[in-house]
């Protein structure tokens, strides 16, 4: 008996797509963005599922779990820090001093935060989000 190479490409097919998609970043899309923490078990072992069909398929899903930051667990804390005194760190032009804003955070929060991280991704403010912290726009 003779298996038409069809269903054998599909089969393949399905199964490659199948374990491409089976990683963190579906399954856990909050944790997208995260830079690094510790590797959450259950994500590691669905991306190594993929190793088992063929190593491509595996390593793509760690790659994109890993650049994603979804491998991550989450770390469970939360911080607010008073805008009153982020003021330091504004600059006359209205640009973040990235220096002084990462001290006035480890003094504050306790922790060091990467903020010279390439991965880091800035926003500019709008006016009325800076009028709402009671800052002048400057620039």
Request: glycine share 10%.
């Amino acid at each position: 008996m003779r298996i038409p190479s069809r269903l054998i490409g599909g089969v393949l097919v399905a199964t490659l797509l199948t374990q491409m998609t089976a990683c963190g970043s579906i399954f856990y899309p909050e944790r997208r963005g995260q830079i690094d923490g510790r590797i959450d078990p259950v994500v590691a072992g669905a991306d190594a599922v993929g190793l088992l069909f063929y190593i491509l398929p595996g390593v793509i899903a760690f790659a994109v779990d890993i650049v994603t930051g979804a491998i991550y667990l989450p770390g469970g804390k939360t911080a607010q820090v008073d805008p009153q005194t982020l003021k330091p760190a504004i600059k006359p032009d209205g640009s973040v001093d990235n220096i002084k804003l990462q001290a006035i955070l480890e003094t504050q929060l306790g922790r060091t935060l990467p903020l010279d991280d390439p991965r880091l991704i800035q926003h500019s403010g709008s006016p009325q989000q800076l009028a709402s912290l009671g800052l002048q726009p400057s620039a």
